[in-house]
């Protein structure tokens, strides 16, 4: 088992405490004070040292390290507050040190120092750590739950939930698996099937959401059957079989009435009359055609060689303009071709008159260069050259002349002869068309007169009398409507009678049928609100061998933990009102539970009592400090350190042997009371027992 054992615990400057030493020396202390005179800051000083926490499991964000004056005011700044410790570990030696101080600092160009929040520095065995590996080493002895288990009597009962408890002492007695308890009671055993995979907390959870959903809808059932009678028509008076004989005979009567209808709106004289007058229309028809036919075939075939006889006119017409504009076109080029031959001609004979002309020289006889005089041969030799040269190009001329005179003479004549044929072959067809004109004006009159011979169908007097006929029945027609209308109003009227009673029974047959449904409805409501209470009653039996399985379970573990404790006992379930249980977790001292009456001395024992057997089972003993030990008469036995936080009894209160005492020592019972009062108003540390110390 490791064991820590407290030597000495060092204050400076921590909530109040200047400098005060707690020298245990290793054993148990006691340690003697009024109210406030700082029994507590000891073990808030211990726990502050190891976790940074007081006692009560505040954060020293949450808890005022500094003194502080009646105002709350932190009476001095600037100092550092620290607790020393030097515990035996397993009989080594091992100091921790932890130190809170302020941080000043002074801004560039100010004079003073201004407040910048809070610093903590660590030390372990004298050297300065850093703050995790200071938690590391206070982790390496034990474990901030556990040691806060070990170290208060009442934080099991007082700071610990209900749900850490259990934890705790099933972890200490160690749990048992539902197979094993299912094992232990044979009234469990249909469990072991009920469970398959599940846990029995699951299933006892499941089991409990099922019956409230089964017992919302076993509530509401009713409810809603109530709800259905409401809506239920009243339906007493009804009879379905009637109502449905009553149904189809009304309905033969409308088929009747319908086909009645029918009748008088298509049937009877009325029908043959419309059929007469129908064919007395196609006899009207075919008399038409028949007086039309032959004169309307004779015109039309007149029609048919008119259009022929114009369009061959037409033709001709056509043809006779073509060749006028091509005798104007001959005529054109006719005196064209005149008029140059002409032109040509007196070209000819104006080239034939030209004579040679005589030829002169202004220089003389003398050559216009040099001066010399010519010879005479040669100016003889040069107007021979003249003269020839002049007869050749005259000849060539009027060759040309002649040339060109010639051609357009032809033209002329080939254009004549050729505007001659065109004169005679548009003289042939401008009597063609005379002609062609002639039958169409014939046929113009031929086919008015056909027109005209065509018959008039109403001058028939087949057709005449057709006519007659046809107006007579028509008359006959629309008498027999306005009979038939009035009938057939009166026989509508009576359908729409009879359909209305339909409807009416219709509407009963509907409630009758509302009705059905509406009690097959409540059946079905029944019959499920008889299966969810079978359902209910056997799921209740279900959860009723879940809580078994959690009687047995606790007992056992009770049985169990209670065994591992000399006085505490505990009490994990309680049963409901419904016979239900709850999970609870309460300490019991001779059957007085803890936080119900239990005295202090009492709630100090068994917390004692809980940490020896958790210190067994952990394996870890550690100083244990007792708020209010002199409410204890006589502690429990424990192997672990102890440190008494005690308020001394009044000298009244004291012993009469040690009052004597007191008053023997200081000369008078008002000066040994006076120096017990002020002895008390410090606090001091006193061996354990030591009576005489305490004194």
């Known amino acids: 088992m490791k064991k820590i054992v407290l030597e000495r615990l060092t204050f400076r400057n921590f909530k109040g405490f200047r400098e005060f030493v707690l020298d245990a020396n290793g054993g148990n202390a006691d340690a003697y004070g009024d109210n406030a005179t700082g029994k507590t800051t000891l073990f808030d000083g211990f726990t502050w040292l190891l976790f940074g926490k007081d006692s009560a499991n505040r954060s020293e964000q949450k808890f005022e390290i500094k003194e502080l004056d009646k105002a709350g005011n932190v009476v001095r700044h600037g100092l550092d507050h620290e607790v020393e410790g030097v515990l035996l570990v397993n009989q080594r030696r091992r ?34 750590v850093k703050e995790k590996e200071y938690r590391a080493e206070v982790d390496a002895l ?128 009325l029908s043959a009359k419309e059929i ?44 006779i303009s073509a060749g006028q504009r091509e005798i104007e076109q001959h005529k054109r080029q006719i005196a064209r071709a005149e008029s140059q031959a002409e032109r040509l001609r007196e070209e000819w004979h104006a080239a034939n008159g030209l004579e040679f002309p005589a030829h002169q020289h202004e220089h003389g006889a003398n050559c216009p260069t040099c001066g010399q005089a010519l010879p005479a041969d040669q100016v003889q030799a040069a107007q021979d050259k003249a003269l020839a040269d002049f007869n050749r190009d005259k000849s060539r001329r009027l060759e040309r002349i002649s040339a060109e005179g010639k051609a357009a003479a032809e033209e002329v004549r080939s254009l004549k002869h050729s505007m ?43 057709y005449q009398a057709k006519q007659k006929e046809a107006e007579i029945v028509r008359s006959e027609i629309e008498q027999l409507r306005s009979s038939a209308s009035d009938a057939a109003s009166k026989v509508q009227a009576e359908i729409r009678l009879l359909r209305d009673q339909v409807s009416e029974l219709e509407s009963d047959k509907s409630k009758i049928a509302a009705a059905v449904a509406i009690e097959n409805r409540i059946a079905e409501l029944t019959e499920q609100e008889r299966k969810l209470a079978a359902e209910y009653e056997r799921l209740q039996h279900e959860l009723y061998l879940t809580e078994e399985f959690t009687r047995t379970k606790v007992s056992a573990l009770e049985s169990k933990i209670n065994n591992k404790f000399k006085y505490a006992r505990f009490r994990l379930f309680e049963e409901q009102l419904n016979g239900g249980l709850n999970d609870v977790c309460k300490t019991l001292y001779n059957g007085v539970p803890y936080d119900g009456g239990l005295n202090n001395a009492a709630q100090i024992n068994v917390g004692l009592d809980i940490i020896n057997t958790l210190s067994e089972h952990y394996g870890f003993s550690a100083p244990i400090f007792i708020d209010n030990a002199e409410s204890v008469t006589q502690l429990i036995d424990t192997d672990a350190q102890v440190i008494r936080l005690i308020v001394p009894p009044t000298f009244d209160s004291l012993p009469d042997e040690t009052k004597d005492e007191l008053i023997k020592l200081h000369g008078s019972y008002e000066e040994a009371s006076a120096v017990w009062k002020d002895k008390n108003k410090k606090l001091r540390i006193v061996p354990h027992n030591n009576m005489q110390e305490a004194i």
């Open 276 to 319: 007469r007058l129908r064919e007395i229309n196609a006899e009207l028809t075919d008399i038409k055609h028949r007086v039309q036919a032959d004169g309307l075939q004779a015109v039309n075939e007149q029609r048919e060689r008119l259009m022929q006889l114009r369009g061959e006119a037409s033709e001709l017409q056509a043809r």
């Open 95 to 128: 100091t921790f040190r932890r130190v809170f101080s302020e941080k000043w600092t002074q801004k560039r160009g100010s004079a003073t120092s201004v407040f910048d929040g809070h610093t903590t520095n660590y030390f372990v065995d004298g050297v300065p």
């Open 420 to 462: 001659f044929d065109l004169e005679e072959s548009l003289t042939a067809l401008e009597e063609k068309l005379a002609v062609k004109q002639g039958e169409v004006t014939e046929a113009e009159a031929k086919l008015i007169e056909l027109q005209a011979a065509v018959s008039d169908p109403a001058d028939d007097p087949e």
């Open 142 to 269: 034990i474990s901030e739950d556990v040691f806060k288990l070990l170290t208060s009597p009442s934080y099991f009962n007082e700071v610990l939930k209900p749900e850490a408890r259990r934890k705790v002492l099933l972890e200490v007695c160690g749990d048992m698996t539902d197979a094993e308890i299912i094992a232990s009671n044979k009234e469990l055993t249909p469990l072991a099937a009920i469970l398959e995979e599940r846990t029995v907390e699951k299933h006892k959870q499941s089991i409990k959401s099922a019956l409230a959903e089964i017992n919302k809808e076993i509530k509401e059932i009713p409810t809603r059957i109530d709800e259905k009678y409401r809506d239920m028509p009243d339906v007493s008076d009804l009879d379905a079989e009637l109502i449905q004989e009553d149904i189809e005979t009304l309905r033969s009567r409308i088929d009747a009435k319908a086909a009645e209808l029918q009748r008088i709106q298509s049937g009877g004289e």
